[in-house]
């Protein structure tokens, strides 16, 4: 999803970001990327382009041997031509999502 204004730009101009598809068959839990700064994502998106800057995310990670989910916020700067995916840390016996982060995987 195109998640800044204006009109569209090159993979290098933008920093993009991954999470997980809404059905995650056989994954321990799932992160979704639900919001972008101001920008729901919806239900069809699960990454998003971004212009580099500082940004806000919003993410639920979802435990599906618990179905417990929790929401986290993040304010992360992203860098221009970088890729970032979403990851999460659990408590113990992968009960809970602890914590989120987002890491560079270029």
Known sequence: MQAYDGERRT??????IMGDLRVSAGEPLSLILRRVD???????????????G????????????TDKVSRHELN?????GARYRI????????????????????
């Not at 992360?76 to 221009?80: C, G, I, K, M, S």
């Open 11 to 16: 993979d290098e101009e933008l920093a993009h």
């Open 38 to 52: 101001e920008n729901d994502l919806g239900l069809r998106y699960s990454d998003a382009a971004v212009l580099p």
């Open 54 to 65: 500082m940004h806000r995310l919003l993410v639920d990670c979802t435990v599906l041997a």
């Open 76 to 80: 992360v700067e992203l860098y221009a």
């Open 87 to 106: 990851r999460a840390e659990t408590g113990p016996g992968n009960r809970e999502c602890s914590a989120v982060r987002l890491e560079q995987v270029d």
